[in-house]
């Protein structure tokens, strides 16, 4: 059985911004799925806090990052998925999404042990304004960022946190913040997260909400 609060995965995540470079998240968001940049904070972070008493590995029987102790069994297992903001104003697209972390912490909990602590982590990219015309070929899914704009002045990131808020009402949401993304080609970029415990795990953790965490752009 793990102790309470040996694992802390809040004070982790509060700390990645400080472990990107100045602009780095927002260009890394800005051109590619946020997904894995963010996985390699959080394993490697992981690895220094925790790496004289555990093992941290990396798609350890496909689960993206675990925790486990010296004789190979988990104690803390970890699922990632990106979107972006837009992906959460379009119910079909969110439920997608949605769906998505539920099997993964089903696929992760058939790995884990009865005391083994299973979270997905959900990040979801968001632009301020409309990407540039130059720009539609070097960003991502220009298109439907833009597209975005058309129906928000802000590109929807109120809305966006919102219906992400309420789809994940009841399933054991531990955190939720804003990584500082910084400024890519001009335009400023965020990252939002939403920490996820399954509910199986056997330990009650206080839910904790940190400043970060307001829904503002």
Known sequence: MIELGEIDLVKLLEEINSEFAEDELAYLAATSKIEAPIQDKVAFNLHKGYGNRYLVARQWHRVDIAIVDHDDAPVCLIELTAMYTFNALKPKDLTNFMCK???????????????????????????????????KKVIKYSGRINAIFQQYQDGGAKEAVAQVNERLAGRNLVTRGKFRGGHAFGMEVGVYYWLVRDTNFPVEIPTVYPKEAIVET
């Open 101 to 135: 972390t539920k099997r993964d912490e089903q696929k992760a909990r058939r790995q884990a042990g009865k005391n083994t602590a299973v979270y997905s982590l959900l990040v979801a990219t968001h632009f301020i304004e409309p990407v540039k015309k130059h720009l």
